[in-house]
């Protein structure tokens, strides 16, 4: 009869190391994808163009041929900008859909004004053939949007000679509506995208696997280790690393906002301050994911318990690729909540790389730093004003820097 050993006794009661890798818009652009969302809205507006000028119409109106060419209220929202970080589209959404200054009615509001206004004879002029583009182009975004919603759902809302009343509680159905369809699109972008790149796939694996083997000081993996993956993006490279592990480890991989594959993604805002508000809650990400279902965020993070043996507990986060923007700050909030963040041994890994602009060319490694050390500033400023010890919240920085917690690291 073999006895067991004191060492082996202590394997099989320490704790279970896991990490947590956070993956941003970035990840994919490193992997060569043209997942941003400037180059898939940069086509849509050269539609809007293109048919501002179109000459045989068949008898369509301006608004029918951009309806026709898949364009929506949001195109028509966001046309008059250059949008280049990912978060755009988020942020024309809160500032479209939420109350952000009291002394302002919300532009959906507006439209909901215009669309009542007793002489709609502008309104009508654009429902004709070849009719009203100048003027159309040359007004405010929110008479625009009220013209396209009006020619758009004209059919359903015209009864006999009238147009029954709107109510900014039917508009803001419109523009949710309106951000499906887009949300539909975009997703037959991307994955026209994945679709077209041969290597996307094994790129993001040997990237994955980078991320993974970029390790704190005096941290040693040992063979039971877990690693989870909340995935900010939509698509999912890592089938694989789930079915074969990675390096033998076990993985769980969460796509959050929803993924290509389930054909569910979303865009939302945060939900954090406008959950009264009932136009703007189905907005949120919180009420969107609610109707996703997604079961497996619960598994995310591992906060460790000292009534527990032989458990896992989550010991290290990484973050790369993610522009760490407002938009997503509940989920941080939540994830350092539950670890605990000030109080355990926790470390964070802020991970980056200088990325390429327009032209071509990349950014410099100090400027990239540099950006990256500000975001990482402003998240734990603001995850520091929610604690409720406040002086503990205003030193939580320093905390993580003095006990060797907290690193930015070029990948």
Known sequence: MSLISKSQISDMLKTTQHQLIVLGNGFDLECGLHSRFADFEKARLKIIELSSVAKDTNGESFIQRLRKNGITAWDVILAGDVYRSWSDIESAIQGWMTQLNEDESTPYSVVTDFLNEEDATEMRILHQPNCGVSQWLSEKTEIRVAQFLYCSYFDCRHTGNTMNIWTTAEVAELMLEELHEFERDFAEYLSQEVANNSEYQENALKLLKRIFEILPENYQ??????????????????????????????????????????????????????????????????????????????????????????????????????????????????????????????????????????????????????????KVSQLLTTYGSTMENKDHGKNLMHKLLLEGRLSVRQI
């Open 221 to 374: 993996v040992d063979s039971n280790h877990k690693f989870s993956i909340l995935d900010f993006n939509y698509t999912n490279p890592f089938q694989r690393v789930v079915e074969n592990s990675l390096d033998n480890f076990s993985v769980t991989v969460v796509n959050v906002h929803g993924s290509l594959q389930d054909e569910n993604i979303i865009f939302g805002i945060d939900g954090k301050e406008y959950m009264t508000e009932p136009d703007a809650l189905p907005f949120t990400k919180t009420y969107r994911l609610l109707l996703l279902g997604n079961e497996d965020v619960s598994k995310l993070v591992y906060p460790e318990s000292p009534r527990t043996v032989m458990g896992t507990s989550t010991d290290l986060i990484k973050f790369y690729g993610h522009s760490l923007a407002s938009s997503d700050y509940s989920y941080f909030q939540a994830i350092f909540d539950e670890i605990d963040l000030y109080k355990s041994n926790v470390r964070l890994i802020f991970l980056y790389r200088p990325w390429i602009k327009d032209d071509g060319e990349r950014i410099s490694e100090i400027e990239a730093r540099d950006g990256m050390c500000h």
